[in-house]
């Protein structure tokens, strides 16, 4: 069982890993076609943080955190990191684009899976 569990946590790890680091790359690359920005609220978000140029630091850390998750150093790290991310990929959804849960619910569930198989490393996170 054991093993079992530890061949699907470098399974689960890698996946999320590379679905990072494909979306972070993209920031930069640009092999993604983009498709029009949506209208209202999400829109003028999509906007601003493409003007702004915020899209490009989301992208190193979703790399970031990508790449330590394909590593295997760190994760705790990485998976900290894309807590964040993800947290906002959540409020983005929630707010002003429920059309885009299907993909935050997956990546949330493999996150999810893997906090809880380092869940020894951030114990003390939550010890008084």
């Given at each position: 069982?054991?093993?079992?569990?530890?061949?699907?946590?470098i399974i689960v790890r890698v996946l999320l890993g590379l679905i990072f680091v494909f979306?972070?790359?993209n920031a930069f690359l640009h092999f993604l076609s983009m498709p029009p920005l949506p209208g209202g609220t999400a829109?003028?978000?999509l906007k601003a943080f493409l003007d702004s140029g915020y899209v490009y630091v989301i992208g190193v850390m979703q790399l970031l955190s990508g790449l330590l998750l394909l590593i295997g150093k760190f994760v705790p790290?990485?998976?900290?990191?894309?807590?964040?991310?993800i947290f906002n990929i959540w409020a983005f959804h929630l707010l002003m684009a429920p059309e885009g849960f299907p993909?935050?619910?997956v990546v949330t569930l493999l996150w999810a899976f893997?906090?809880?198989?380092?869940?020894e490393r951030f114990a003390s996170l939550l010890a008084p």
């Open positions: 069982m054991m093993r079992v569990m530890k061949i699907a946590t979306f972070g790359s829109g003028l978000y790290l990485g998976l900290t990191i894309l807590g964040a991310i993909p935050a619910v893997l906090v809880w198989r380092y869940r």
